[in-house]
């Protein structure tokens, strides 16, 4: 949000002058402002003021003391409410209209003072204020009186409306916050206590979420539970100061608090559901803000301070013209101002879901589109109304605004109404025509008792559709004949109007559903505004229906011209007509079109008023009998008398006169009659009916019927009142039937009576043998003679299929058949003959197919022909009716194929137009005309088609000159394209090309060389470029010379032809910088002089062209250029030419050159390299005196060269440069020499040659000749005693200078006895340095034996353990046994680095495990471990197993527990409950003995282990006894019993694994009812875990079980590959009745309940049974029970299983059966 000062409403005082209250109306035209003065100042929407009064006191006659503390508008912008501190609340009435009379409506006086006030915008009559006791109160203004709301103990601050205007928010001084909800509790919202601030929130708001400020300096945010959303702390800015007023834009999705100087900006992210802050808005000198107004439609912002100034502030978040008319300000994301700039009136576009406007858009500059991302928004800014819709669109909807009331949108077919100014679509229909001539809609456009809202749309363009959009019903659908090109309703949309494509007009009435052509040419047609009066022309006459109720009454009279238009205003109705050359006006009767308008105010009296004015015209007939309809619909006798006389109708007239004189006769009760009179009179007789007999009239009602001949109805009266003459009347009834003729009357009236004879013969009498027919087939009668009867009667009638219907009921099958054939019933004529005459059937289908095409119904021909073996004709048929796909299909199946060779070419030649080119060309190949295919597949530019078809059927000579001689002919009309096509398709593209080359296409020459001779393109483009050269066409022929790679022709040929700026630009292009340079120094010296000059200087190329002259020797032409470049370029130019003249020899004038061009040290350097040295030190002295000693030494190394040192020494003495000297002599390995020369000339330098020639020496020391030469120095300094310089020659011998490692043992040592025996204070600091050495080259002993011989026996220690002479080591320890601990742990450290284990588990037992921990090696880990002890061995064991379990190796775990022993910690018990848990669901055989070994081992030293153990023992247990009994066929039914009894424990095993296994091993055992149990349970397990979803399962065979139902399931199935077996199995046997499909059942041992088989407990007395330790099914009274572990089993299970093994399977003792007892 944005904020911009726009105006200072009120400028600021000198004194305070507080502003206490601010408010705006809701209409945004008003502008109220309280201040210090307690005056109210009204200001208009721009901030001028309009008016102004002063407030009254409560008391009159109290002084004004109060001030005012709160200002609001009504919701309907009349009233003002002023909130005074001396407890009153006044309500000033001020209108919408300025200048209106103020009056104060409402007076609230309360007992304690006001503090705040707040008008809910949805509460027009209810005022809230607060006040200091505490109480919130409620003003009612109709009752003008106050109520609580609520009541609490601390004063109320601030107060302030949500944005609905349904509830309302209290701040108060113990900082908490109150809210109430005006809506009953409808919202659901908690009322009451809201929250508690930190701080008196003096400052409070509701907008997207409450906001709560005060003097903390924190605005706080909270949700609408309360709880703190967000909060700003602005506590540490010293310049901040305490919260005094917050206002939320409209939207409520901005909001502003204010503060000193202040406006702090807090904008709602939708996206982001949170509050961000703006930048902060500082207004110097501002001081407190007292007050602050958003003006309701966002735009403004109202702001009061402290010394009574009042500013307005712009704000918004965006603003954008569009199309220069009209002005957008987006004053938040939600809400936008549209202001047209012509007439600066706005509209509020605002989205009443509070989404984001994300775009908006106006068309025909009134009617406003916008889109939010779930609604869509518009509005009619004439009429200022706006409507939201819910709408997710794609931006293709398309808009219509052809009605003033409504906006239609279309979109993917259908058509959406929304009426402005409500929010919800009024309809939608589907409809492809969006034409506005083909919609109409009227929405209550005409004075109606009902809400009449309808469209007429087209469904198709020969369908209307007529709907209701307030019920939604189709009122009408009307199918025309032909295209319908207009249509309208009328104003009452009472009826419709359309044209068709034939101009005929038509009127349709939605009530009688009646359609009545009005004219059969109509060029033009429109009902006439605000009435129901039509206006059409027919060719040269005009038509008018002043009365639409009588469309044959109509006014015609001629005229010249085309209608235009209908205007009507001023109580005038004119047609104006274009006539050509002027337009001409008709005017309308009027009064004929008022009558209309008082027919539908129903104001009788003016209508015949209007009437008698008119003269007697078929128009004002019209208009008389539709006044009469309505009386008499109204009940208006009078009227319509009046109306009939008028007509000349004077039986009605009498009648209704009659009816008249009997209604002044009658009294209130008898008024009856006169409606029944009524309606008999409007034919509505079932009306007059229930009207009679509603009020006892029963004679009265028989005797209306038999006046009007309806004895029927009379007698049905009769018949529902049991009226006593019923008989005599039936009887009369009937007798007048037979003597009038009437037998058919007659024979009905038999049928309703049930008798079905009479009534037939009746029938057949009064000529209806079909009413016979059908009444002898309802009846199902089965007398032969009147079946006979019917049937004739029935064939003399030409009723022939209803007759052949009986004769084959009368087994008379022959006539039947004749019958039908007569009738053309050919459908039951063939079913009757294929039972009865198969031979018939087919010549009756031939029949059938004929008079089909007789019918022109060919393709229902198509398959009785087929069917008839007619396949010929049948092929006729489906070509005539252009059943293509009918007729291929027919013509492929004939035998033979060539049979059909008559219909191939037509078929072929349709194949062609549609176009299917594969089915033309074979049926063109098998009519023999391939060459017509040919030309076909050519026309359609098929070439490569078409050379393959021709290769076909023609030899390749002759395909080639085809295609040549086409293309030939194609080339020379120009068609080079095609004939290309036509070359490329018999291989001749050399054709093609040279085609284009003769028309010069190169282009297309250029690209087929490219396709087939890629080879030549390079050549093909110089051959071009070439060509084009000598035609004079440059540019192509530079194009192709770059294209070919040989730009530099395209330079040479434009500098040929003097285009050296062409050439400049190729070349810059295409050849780089030297190539532009070379191309600009000849484009100059072309030009020459200063030409070329200011050439060279436009291109920046004067120097590089100056350089290229001059390396071209072209020195001439570099000085004239040279004139007009600046001095030191000059120098250059003779620099290089002195460089040419040296070249040439020319050494005097090169020097003359060098002198010219500054650089004389050049002329001295090229004298020197010819040995010129008095030249050159001639030129040095003249010109450069500091070049002379270079000379010198030059020429001194030319001596030396030549060995002439003597002069050397000589000229280096002379240049003053004896350094240089010693250089020469050192690079020369001269030492001597130099020596001896340092000692004459440099004696300072002798001490550092020395000590540069020992170096020398020393890296020498790797030859034999260089050794000897060292250590004879040495030898010198030895017998001179200099030992410490020979010491430091002898460390002089290093790596890796020297590369003989004994050699140097040899000298190192030497040195250390040196140091030794006669530089003992040196000795520790050699040895040290000789054994680092030693070390250095792997002489670790000998560097041992010198550190002992210093007493370094720790270092010595450290040798000799570096190679492992441990002995040695010990030996040091010996001398020194201080260091034996250190020995140890060196040693120790070493058995580590060499991973030896072995030997290190003997040192340090820990150190060694736990490296064959490291290693792996935890068999050798473990059985070292369990040597040292039992705590180290389990501690190992524990990390072993954990790593196992890491691995997943669950099996190996177990059985290394099993192996080195269970504990029982709480660290090991997780880890056997791992891995029972673990095995238990892979159910690999060995994990599972190795997991029943370690439990029982468990259990076996901890007997009062936790019960999940037990459980899992005995569920293992049964799992390894279940293996071990299915390897043998004895046992097996104990296996399957073991499998059926583990589903209980399904929860601790995979479910689908278990019931797959019981199903399993019960088939197995031929337990096959458990088996399909099982099985079938397992598919449903397998599908669920399959689908993921545990709901797919039910419980029905396991319910009442001790099977669990709820267990998780599995993420994948366990037994996929046998799955489809099982599935095929349990389908089998659910077909198998003999096979029980339900689980074995027993009765409980205590109560008796059928239970399940392997339930250990009983679903109804809860009674449990142990299980048995051989099968786990619960065991009986029948027990046994070992006698060595006391488990019990059942006796059959224990004989079983011991009679077989001799054991007992839970401890393994032996064991026999048990047969007594």
Not at 126 to 148: E, I, P, S
Not at 151 to 172: F, K, M, P, W, Y
Not at 1431 to 1439: A, F, N, P, S
Not at 1512 to 1537: P, Q
Request: hydrophobic share 40%; net charge negative.
């Amino acid at each position: 949000m944005q904020i911009r000062h726009l105006k200072s409403i009120v400028p600021a005082g000198e004194s305070p002058s507080r502003v206490s209250a601010s408010a705006w109306s809701l209409n945004n035209q008003k502008l109220a402002v309280a201040g210090a003065d307690r005056v109210i100042t009204l200001y208009d929407e721009t901030g001028e003021r309009k008016d102004r009064f002063s407030t009254k006191p409560a008391d009159p006659k109290s002084a004004k003391s109060y001030y005012i503390c709160s200002l609001a508008f009504s919701p309907d912008s009349t009233k003002l409410a002023v909130a005074q501190s001396d407890c009153v609340v006044f309500v000033y009435k001020l209108g919408l209209e300025w200048g209106e009379k103020k009056s104060i409506c409402n007076k609230l006086i309360q007992t304690a003072e006001i503090t705040c006030l707040s008008w809910p915008k949805e509460q027009p009559n209810a005022v809230v204020f607060g006040m200091t006791d505490g109480k919130v109160r409620v003003g009612n203004l109709k009752t003008n009186k106050a109520a609580t709301l609520y009541q609490t103990e601390s004063c109320v601050v601030s107060v302030s409306s949500s944005l609905d205007g349904n509830a309302i928010i209290t701040g108060h001084l113990d900082g908490s916050i109150n809210r109430f909800f005006f809506d009953d509790g409808i919202s659901g919202a908690s009322q009451g206590k809201f929250t508690t601030h930190t701080c008196v929130p003096n400052a409070i708001g509701w907008g997207e979420h409450v906001i709560a400020a005060g003097s903390d300096k924190c605005v706080v945010f909270y949700n609408n539970d309360g709880r703190v959303m967000q909060d700003f702390d602005y506590s540490r800015d010293e310049e901040e100061q305490e919260f005094t007023v917050i206002e939320f834009s409209p939207s409520g999705q901005s909001v502003v608090v204010g503060s000193f100087n202040r406006f702090h900006i807090y904008n709602f992210s939708i996206a982001k559901r949170t509050w961000e802050e703006a930048p902060l808005k500082i207004i110097d000198n501002f001081y407190t803000v007292t007050s602050l107004a958003w003006k309701p439609d966002g735009s403004r912002l109202i702001a009061g301070n402290m010394c009574g100034a009042v500013e307005m502030f712009d704000c918004c978040l965006r603003r954008s013209r569009y199309k220069g008319k009209f002005e957008f300000t987006y004053v938040s994301p939600s809400q936008v101002i549209v202001k047209r700039l012509s007439t600066g009136s706005r509209i509020v576009l605002k989205s009443h879901y509070g989404y984001e406007i994300q775009k908006v858009n106006i068309f025909q500059d009134q009617f406003l589109i916008a889109n939010t991302p779930d609604t869509l928004l518009m509005g009619d800014l004439a009429s200022c109304k706006l409507s939201e819709i819910p709408w997710h669109g794609e931006g293709n909807e398309k808009f219509h605004f052809e009605n003033a009331n409504v906006c239609m949108v279309f979109n993917a077919g259908e058509l959406s109404l929304i009426e402005y100014g409500v929010n919800e679509i009024l309809g939608s229909c589907r409809t492809e025509h969006m034409n506005p001539h083909l919609i109409s809609v009227r929405l209550n456009e005409r004075k109606s008792e009902k809400d009449v809202k309808r469209i007429a749309y087209l469904i198709d363009l020969q369908t209307i559709h007529v709907m209701d959009l307030v019920s939604g019903l189709n009122l009408a659908a009307i199918s025309h004949d032909a295209k319908v090109d207009w249509l309208e309703l009328s104003g009452k949309a009472n009826k419709l109007l359309f044209r068709d494509r034939r101009q005929q007009l038509h009127l349709y009435d939605l009530a009688t559903q009646n359609r009545t052509t009005l004219l059969h040419y109509c060029s033009y047609v429109q009902w006439v505004p605000d009435s129901d009066v039509v206006v059409a022309q027919s060719r040269n006459n005009l038509c008018i229906w002043y009365a639409i109720d009588s469309p044959e009454r109509v006014t015609m009279f001629p005229i010249k011209g085309d209608v235009e238009d209908i205007e009507r205003e001023g109580g005038k109705t004119e047609v104006v007509v274009d006539e050509g050359v002027n337009t001409v006006s008709y005017t309308l009767d009027e009064s004929l079109i008022e009558f209309g308008t008082a027919l539908d105010d129903k104001d009788y009296e003016r209508a015949i008023v209007l009437l008698e004015t008119l003269e007697t015209t078929p128009e004002s007939q019209a208009m008389w009998k539709s006044l009469s309809a309505v009386a008499l619909h109204d009940e208006k006798i009078m009227i319509a008398q009046r109306c009939f006389s008028a007509l000349g109708d004077v039986a009605m007239a009498r009648y209704l006169g009659n009816l008249s004189d009997k209604v002044e006769s009658m009294d209130g009760e008898s008024a009856y009659l006169v409606r029944a009179r009524l309606a008999v009179l409007d034919k509505q007789f079932n009306l007059a009916e229930s009207i009679l007999l509603e009020n006892g009239k029963i004679d009265d009602c028989m005797k209306m019927y038999q006046e009007m001949h309806k004895w029927d109805k009379s007698i049905k009266v009769a018949e529902f009142k049991n009226h006593a003459d019923l008989d005599h009347m039936k009887k009369n009834y009937f007798q007048w039937l037979i003597d009038s003729g009437q037998e058919d009357k007659a024979g009905e009236l038999k049928e309703e009576e049930g008798e079905i004879i009479p009534a037939i013969n009746l029938y057949l009498k009064g000529g209806m043998p079909a009413r016979a027919a059908f009444l002898l087939n309802k009846s199902g009668l089965k007398n032969v003679d009147i079946m006979e009867r019917v049937a004739s009667a029935l064939f003399k009638s030409g009723l022939f299929e209803k007759a052949g219907e009986l004769f084959e009921k009368l087994d008379s099958c022959d006539r039947a058949l004749d019958a039908y054939k007569r009738g053309k019933a050919f459908r039951a004529a063939v079913e009757l003959s294929r039972s009865m005459y198969p031979q018939q059937v087919i010549v009756l289908e031939e029949q059938w197919g004929d008079h089909l095409v007789s019918q022109k119904q060919m393709d229902a021909a198509i398959n009785h022909y087929i069917e008839a073996g007619k396949s010929f004709k049948a092929i006729e048929a489906a070509i005539a009716a252009k059943q293509w796909k009918k007729a291929v299909g027919i013509v492929d199946c004939l035998d033979p194929p060539e049979s059909g060779k008559p219909y191939f070419l037509e078929l072929a030649k349709h194949f062609a137009s549609v176009p299917d080119y594969p089915l033309a060309e074979k049926y063109y190949v098998a009519a023999n005309k391939p060459q017509e295919a040919v030309d076909m597949y050519t026309k359609a530019n098929k070439w490569e088609k078409a050379h393959t078809l021709a290769t076909s059927f023609m030899n390749p000579e002759e395909v080639a000159f085809l295609y040549v001689s086409q293309a030939k002919e194609m080339e020379a009309a120009g068609k080079l394209k095609e004939a290309e096509k036509l070359y490329l398709t018999v291989r001749e593209p050399d054709l093609a090309i040279n085609m284009y080359k003769n028309h010069k296409h190169y282009d297309q020459m250029i690209r087929l060389v490219t396709s087939y001779h890629k080879e030549l393109l390079t050549e093909t483009h110089l051959y071009l470029g070439k060509t084009l050269e000598t035609e004079g066409n440059f540019k192509l022929a530079e194009q192709h010379y770059v294209e070919g790679k040989d730009w530099k022709a395209a330079i040479n040929m434009y500098c040929a032809n003097n285009m050296y700026e062409d050439a400049y630009r190729v070349a810059k292009s295409y050849g780089g910088s030297n190539s532009t340079k070379q191309v600009a120094y000849l484009w100059a010296r072309s030009l020459g002089g200063e030409s070329a000059v200011k050439l060279l200087t436009k291109f920046g190329l004067l120097e590089a062209a100056i350089d290229f002259a001059t390396e071209n020797g072209a020195f001439d032409f570099a000085f004239e250029l040279s004139r007009f470049a600046d001095k030191f370029k000059l120098s250059d130019i003779h620099y290089k030419h002195a460089m040419f003249l040296e070249d040439e020899g020319k050494f005097k004038d090169a020097e003359s050159a060098f002198i010219l061009a500054g650089k004389p040290k050049e002329a001295i350097l090229m004298y020197i390299h010819t040995e010129n040295w008095a030249e050159a030190l001639h030129v040095a002295e003249t010109y450069e005196p500091s070049s002379a000693p270079d000379v010198l030494i030059s020429q001194a190394k030319v001596a030396y060269d030549r060995k002439d040192y003597g002069a050397m020494e000589t000229l280096m003495l002379r240049a003053q440069r004896p350094d240089l000297a010693l250089k020469l002599y050192k690079d020369s390995d001269m030492w001597k020499e130099c020596l001896q020369f340092a000692k004459q000339h440099a004696p300072n330098r002798v001490a550092d040659l020395h000590e540069e020639y020992n170096r020398v020496l020393t890296s020498r020391a790797n030859s034999s000749g260089g050794k000897e030469e060292i250590l004879q120095s040495i030898r010198v300094l030895e017998q001179q005693k200099d030992f410490t310089r020979a010491i430091d020659l002898y460390l002089k011998f290093n790596v890796p200078q020297v590369t003989d490692v004994d050699f140097l043992e040899q000298v190192w040592e030497k040195a250390a006895e040196l140091a030794m025996k006669f530089v003992p204070d040196r000795g520790q600091e050699v040895v040290t340095t000789v054994c680092s050495r030693l070390i250095g080259i792997k002489k670790f002993e000998q560097a041992a034996e010198f550190y002992m011989s210093v007493e370094m026996y720790r270092d010595a220690i450290d040798c000799f353990a570096r190679i492992g002479l441990w002995d040695k080591a010990k030996e040091v320890v010996n001398i020194a046994p201080r260091f034996g601990e250190y020995l140890e742990n060196t040693y120790i450290s070493h058995l580590k680095t060499q991973q030896n284990a072995d030997a290190l588990v003997n040192v340090d037992a820990t150190a060694g495990l736990d490296l064959f921990a490291q290693r792996g090696e935890w068999d050798k880990c473990l059985e070292k471990a369990s040597g040292v002890g039992p705590e180290v061995m389990h501690k190992y064991l524990t990390i072993y197993s954990v790593n196992l379990i890491k691995e997943e190796n669950y099996d190996l775990a177990a059985q290394t527990i099993v192996k080195y022993g269970v504990q029982q910690n709480s660290t090991n018990l997780d880890i056997y409950l791992r891995l029972t848990r673990e095995i238990l669901h892979r159910g690999s055989f060995q994990g599972l003995s190795a997991v029943r070994d370690l439990l029982f081992k468990l259990i076996a030293i901890s007997p009062n282990i936790k019960d999940t153990f037990q459980k899992y023992l005995f569920i293992v247990h049964i799992l390894t006894l279940r293996n071990y009994c299915a390897k043998k066929r004895e046992l097996a039914f104990l296996a399957a019993r073991q499998s059926i009894s583990l589903l209980r424990y399904i929860g601790d095993i995979p479910p689908d694994r278990a019931f797959y296994e019981a199903g399993h091993f019960s088939k197995l055992a031929g337990i096959n009812n458990m088996a399909f149990v099982c099985w079938n349970r397992y598919l449903d397990i397998s599908d669920a875990i399959e689908e993921g979803d545990a709901s797919l399962l039910e419980n029905s065979d396991f319910a009442n079980t001790d099977v669990p139902f709820d267990v998780e399931l599995p993420t994948e199935n366990s037994n996929e590959k046998q799955r489809d077996t099982v599935r095929d199995w349990v389908l089998q046997v659910s077909l198998d009745q003999k096979i029980k499909q339900e689980v074995d059942r027993r009765n409980c041992d205590d109560c008796g309940t059928r239970i399940y088989d392997a339930s250990l407990s009983c679903f109804n007395c809860r009674h449990t049974s142990e299980a048995c330790i051989i099968t786990g099914y619960p065991i009986s009274r029948n027990k046994v029970k070992c006698s060595n572990c006391n488990k019990c089993a059942n006796k059959d299970d224990w004989n079983k299983f011991t009679m077989i093994e001799r054991v007992c399977p839970w401890c393994g003792t032996n064991q026999q059966p048990v047969f007594l007892g």
